[in-house]
């Protein structure tokens, strides 16, 4: 598994916020976008973003189905964004002189998170369609299909899956916020079919299956236009060579 630990460039970028004035409203930073990727704003405007981007609490960050995007909040938490994908940070509160604070998102699609400062001590949470999913001190993927949520839990304390539970009386007494799915051991996921059914039991990722997941998150590499030019010319030369002189 040692594709989780690829993404550790992103802390690099943790120096943007020490040399920039941060706006009252900014939480955190584009650190890298690939292609479509959109702020749909409180006031439903629509805004391309890259890297360098401002990250603002309760904005909606979007991609298309070539888009990806990945960001880094002022704790060091940072997040990947896959194709066909939002996120919305609700709720982002830290305090950097004890590290402490909280952090709530809303997710469709895929995404990866790879706990900051505030993940330490509070657990963040990941609220899709069916589940929320709380992950400490780690790293983590949420994928959501249809009504499904599936949460692989890759490194760290521990990760729980809740189902919301909307029929209380599917579950009867069982359906509270106590009623979870708790994994403490990396490589496993759990997944929620709908948001009235019972989390499943933790089952252990295969490493094809990581990789597949890795694979989505990360953008696809363009070759160079350079490249079908130069590769062009040594046949060119060599048909040169070879024509006769008259």
Do not use: W
Request: glycine residues 8%; proline residues 5%; hydrophobic residues 35%.
């Amino acid at each position: 598994m040692k594709a989780i630990y690829k993404f550790s460039f992103l802390f690099l970028v943790v120096s943007f916020f020490t040399n920039h004035a941060l706006t009252q409203e900014q939480i955190g930073v584009a650190s890298a976008v690939n292609k479509n990727t959109t702020d749909l704003t409180l006031e439903q405007e629509r805004k391309l973003i890259d890297a360098g981007y401002e990250i603002i609490q309760n904005h909606t960050i979007e991609t298309d189905g070539i888009g990806r995007a990945q960001m880094l909040l002022l704790d060091g938490t940072a997040f990947s964004v896959g194709p066909n994908s939002s996120v919305v940070l609700d709720k982002f509160i830290y305090n950097p002189e004890t590290a402490e604070g909280s952090l709530e998102v809303t997710a469709r699609g895929i995404l990866r998170i790879v706990g900051g400062k505030v993940t330490k001590k509070k657990p963040a949470l990941i609220r899709t369609n069916s589940a929320t999913v709380g992950i400490r001190g780690g790293i983590g993927i949420v994928q959501t299909n249809g009504s499904q949520t599936n949460a692989t839990f890759l490194y760290g304390t521990e990760m729980t899956v809740t189902p919301n539970c909307v029929d209380l009386d599917t579950f009867g007494d069982q359906c509270s916020p106590d009623f979870a799915t708790t994994v403490t051991e990396p490589g496993f996921s759990v997944s929620v079919e709908s948001e009235d059914s019972e989390p499943s039991e933790p089952v252990q990722v295969t490493e094809e299956s990581l990789d597949a997941i890795q694979e989505e998150l990360e953008a696809p590499e363009e070759a160079p236009e350079e490249e079908s030019a130069t590769e062009e010319t040594p046949a060119e030369e060599t048909q040169e060579e070879e024509t006769p002189e008259e």
